[in-house]
């Protein structure tokens, strides 16, 4: 005696089969929807307003010692309120310029003002950039001289300074 083993047909070849013989092929299940990570609430900062909180904070660092360099007599109770207000005030006037928006004459000025006063405050710094390990390592491996010239030390430091300037807007409005 002889079993028939059943034949295994694949999924085309069964609808086939089902409309041959005159039978509607079953709906297919609908796919479930996609679920989404639960918001954070309200209070919790993303890593990318923390990030631009710690860059608006080193701004106003930068500012604070531009303001202590230009003015030594200054206490620090009078210099760093303003160093305060002076970064969160431009950071307000140059958000038209990060947002692709209302550029103009003054916004440009603020930002020009912001970068002159982060760089101020990191050119004392970047003068002796030429000192530190990172410098002398990378002197020492491509033959260089460890000694930065002061245009050298003003362009790094307004290069820092338009970074300082930029960073916070860039880093709050950041999505990902």
């Not at 010692?65 to 230009?70: C, H, I, K, P, R």
């Amino acid at each position: 005696m002889t079993t028939k083993t059943p034949v295994q047909r694949g999924d085309d070849m069964q609808a086939l089969l089902d409309m041959l013989e005159g039978r509607r092929p079953q709906p297919a299940e609908p796919a479930p929807a996609p679920t989404k990570a639960p918001a954070l609430p309200w209070w919790v900062p993303s890593g990318n307003r923390v990030v631009a909180v710690i860059v608006w904070l080193i701004g106003v660092a930068t500012t604070y010692l531009g303001f202590v360099t230009m003015l030594p007599d200054l206490p620090w109770t009078v210099a760093l309120p303003f160093a305060l207000a002076c970064q969160g005030m431009l950071t307000w006037m140059e958000r038209g310029i990060w947002r692709g928006r209302h550029i103009t004459v003054v916004t440009m000025a603020a930002l020009l003002i912001d970068v002159l006063l982060n760089a101020g405050g990191l050119y004392p710094y970047m003068a002796r950039l030429g000192a530190t390990p990172p410098a002398r390592m990378l002197a020492d491996a491509f033959g260089w001289g460890t000694t930065i010239s002061p245009i050298g030390a003003i362009v790094i430091a307004l290069i820092g300074g338009f970074l300082i300037a930029a960073a916070p807007e860039e880093y709050w409005n950041r999505r990902d």
